[in-house]
């Protein structure tokens, strides 16, 4: 087999038993970085790409700008990379054929139109049955619903309209379903066991732990933006505090230059 295709089987396999958890990186030295705190796969989060770019998350770049960083990304580790890459960008397919020619083995790909409505189940099924004809049978295709972090529809809806969304995309070739904003323990255990496909999980602080996410059936967790914006959120300390007290304890917890140059020797 190719080196992709021993990757994607590789990360195939990662989802066969516990839990996948995913600190997700942004770019070329935040994905050593994870990988070399003891990661197995590096996510790329679309919104620290884009924060890394000078530009906001939600459609903030363009594909190409996507499939760049992806590629850097890729090329810097050599565990199995998969790529957020929203909804897809201008051309589903193509973007999909780019991550994968950069060295992605696998995608999210979400059904927002916007912040306040989501695409109709129907036709996210079709983009990604689009991601699938143009990434292979080894892609893994994490289908991602924004029902409850954008609060769509009735909140005594929206179990059924998550259930059903997920029973569709697995009808379109989805590998999992990804549904950021539940973290309710009871609501997982009953989505986990109500759709045919690995549920993923967006984590972060006040969350529930690992092991409490896996004993609700998921199957995988992922950080998303949360480790960016800690980053972003020490810089703006940092700076704040160095130019109005003229002091550095922000810093104080920093990695020594030796530890942090020490990452990227491959020596």
Same mark, same amino acid.
């Given at each position: 087999m190719s080196e992709w295709q021993n990757k994607a089987a590789a990360f195939r396999a990662l989802h066969d038993d516990g839990v996948l958890v995913l600190p997700n990186a942004w770019d070329a030295g935040s994905a050593v970085a994870v990988v070399r705190a003891g990661a197995a796969a590096v996510a790329t989060s679309s919104a620290g790409v884009s924060w890394s770019l000078g530009r906001p998350d939600g459609h903030g770049v363009s594909g190409a700008d996507m499939v760049e960083a992806v590629r850097r &990304? /890729? $090329? /810097? +580790?050599?565990?199995p990379v998969t790529a957020d890459v929203e909804g897809g960008y201008e051309d589903v397919a193509a973007t999909v054929r780019g991550v994968v020619d950069a060295g992605a083995v696998g995608v999210? !790909?979400?059904?927002? =139109?916007? $912040?306040?409505e989501l695409r109709a189940a129907a036709a996210q099924a079709d983009l990604i049955r689009v991601a699938r004809a143009?990434? %292979?049978?080894?892609?893994? &295709? *994490?289908? #991602?619903?924004?029902?409850? =972090?954008? %609060? &769509? %529809?009735?909140?005594g809806g929206r179990f059924d309209e998550v259930v059903s969304r997920g029973r569709v995309? /697995?009808?379109?070739g989805a590998d999992s379903f990804f549904v950021p904003g539940l973290l309710d323990l009871e609501v997982l255990a009953a989505l986990?066991?109500? +759709?045919?496909?690995?549920? *993923?999980a967006l984590a972060g602080p006040g969350a529930p732990g690992i092991a409490e996410l896996g004993a609700a059936g998921v #199957? #995988?967790?992922? !950080?998303?933006a949360a480790v960016s914006k800690a980053v972003f959120g020490l +810089?703006? #300390?940092?700076t704040r505090e160095v130019l109005a007290e003229g002091t550095y304890g922000a810093l104080a917890d920093a990695m020594d230059y030796? /530890? +942090? *140059? %020490? !990452?990227f020797d491959r020596s």
């Open positions: &990304i /890729a $090329g /810097a +580790v050599q565990v999210n !790909l979400e059904d927002p =139109l916007s $912040g306040t143009a990434g %292979g049978a080894d892609l893994w &295709i *994490n289908a #991602r619903t924004d029902v409850y =972090l954008l %609060g &769509i %529809g009735e909140p995309y /697995a009808d379109a986990t066991a109500a +759709v045919p496909l690995p549920v *993923n #199957r #995988r967790v992922s !950080l998303g +810089v703006h #300390r940092a030796d /530890a +942090v *140059n %020490g !990452l």
